[in-house]
């Protein structure tokens, strides 16, 4: 009797992909790209083309000031810069694959490119952090070949501190606005960039002051920020990639809001798992056993639409169930109609009744039937004499529950003690 649906997504969120049997629009040819979400690709092309030349720059300038100025430190937030800058490439290849619209290949999207460029990203943070940390730990034993910083380096730090700070204010609040995991990601690295920043200023200014040391100090603190950092956005990026589900609150919302609809007796089996910035959900909600499929099939499509209109899904699939079959068992096990239609025949020694309109309900691991008869004369006393008979034979029948016997004229209903 269950009723399984893929609900293929379609919503009024912008961030909402095309699914499976939702295909890119014949005008668009493969050489073409036209992407899911215009606005989203749009605002992320164009945050990300200013991080570019804004850490080209920096870059430029922190590492020449650097080597001039003889400050590890600072030396080490320009190649920060530069990872940024590598970093941004490699947010726009991801941004422009992750934004293409669902295909065959990939039915629910591109957007755990996003999620594998994260990833990426993070690992390389964390490499460049550690190496970092090791090459000033390394000049840090031999405190003797330590040189002054000049106050140029200083100058260069403070700009740099600005530069990026402004930068993060400005990334986050797009990111925000589009509502995309990776660009929050790259907004919050360009935060950590001014914090080592400002490491690095603290350093020169302490180097300056005639703690020489100090310098090579904010160069290894900025390598563990920068490590910490990667290492984040990789554990964060990997436990997607497994399948990690949402938090607790919003599973509970998701369960609530299936719950709310009308014709839904109850649920469970509900399962969430993270695809980017959105989510996949599939759950069993349960409903009157006896029902039509139709009718099945509309609850089951407005407890989808719920999901989809309340929460930010990518894709709802509902599972319809006329009983839980957590506690009571699958029904899989039991015979097929053809199969049930010759047992029922057997026992009642009627053949007559295969042309009828017969009904089955696999429900508590046994069968009821539903046996309607046409209108013919003397049919409700043929019916009585058929629903007596059924009465006995479902007594202690092991395979069917009960059998209701239908005639135009009238239902003939067995006795309450075997309902």
Known sequence: MAVSMLCCAQSSHTSVFEMKNHKQPASVSKA?????HPERFAAAQKSTW????????????QVLGGMFAHSQAL??????????????VLVLYANRHGNRHADE?????????????TLILGVFLAVLGVGLLVAAAMRLEHPGALQAVSPLGLGVAVFALIAKEGMFRYMLSVALRVRSQMLVANAWHARSDAASSLVVVVGIIGNLLGYTFLDLVAAAV???????M??????????????TGLDVEEVAAIRQTLLNTHGVRGLHDLRTRKMADNALVDAHILVDPKISVSEGHYIAES??????NNHHVLDVMVHIDPEDDMQLGHNVKQLSRPELLAQLAQRLGEENFRGNRVVFHYLDGRVDVELYLPARTGDVGLAKCLQSRC?????????????HIHSNHAQICPSDALI
Not at 52 to 58: A, D, G, P, Q, T
Not at 105 to 117: I, Q, S
């Open 303 to 308: 407890a989808r639409h719920a999901v989809l």
């Open 105 to 117: 290949n990939h039915p629910y999207g591109h957007a755990r490119v996003e999620t594998a460029a």
């Open 32 to 36: 073409d790209f036209e992407p899911a």
């Open 391 to 403: 009465d006995e034979l479902v007594f202690d029948d092991p395979l069917f529950r009960s059998i």
């Open 222 to 228: 900025v390598g563990v920020m920068i490590a910490h």
């Open 50 to 61: 200013v991080s570019i030349f804004i850490n080209l720059l920096l870059t430029l300038l």
């Open 75 to 88: 030396m080490a937030d320009g190649l920060h810069s530069l990872s940024d800058l590598l970093s941004d």
């Open 230 to 243: 990667g290492g984040k956005l990789a554990l964060e990026a990997l436990s997607e990639l497994i399948d």
